[in-house]
């Protein structure tokens, strides 16, 4: 004859649920996204990544140090003194 097992307490149950979160890297965090596929094929060429995590990360990355550098260009476009000998 089969046995069950003792029936645990809701309060168990929500313990165990809160604490089956899935495991993710230090600094990440799990999400579900819709990619077109041929766009993320052609940056995992252009980045040389192997795997869609990898290349959204990257992309990630370079596109905001790019805005960043950007912004610094922008902000010193005003600073950057003429030089007349240069003009020809």
């Known amino acids: 004859m089969a046995t ?11 313990a165990t649920k809160a ?3 899935p495991a993710t890297r230090a600094g990440r965090e799990r ?9 993320l094929r052609r940056a995992m060429a252009a ?15 370079r596109l905001a140090e790019d805005a ?3 912004r610094g260009l922008d902000a010193a ?9 240069l003009d020809t």
């Open 4 to 14: 069950r097992k003792p029936a645990r307490s809701s309060t168990a149950r929500a």
């Open 31 to 39: 999400q579900n996204l819709l990619v077109n596929p041929e766009s």
């Open 47 to 61: 980045l040389g990544t192997t795997n869609m995590s990898e290349t959204v990360n990257v992309a990630l990355d």
């Open 77 to 85: 476009a005003g600073s950057i003194p003429d030089f007349p000998y």
């Open 68 to 70: 960043a550098i950007l």
């Open 19 to 21: 604490s089956a979160k």
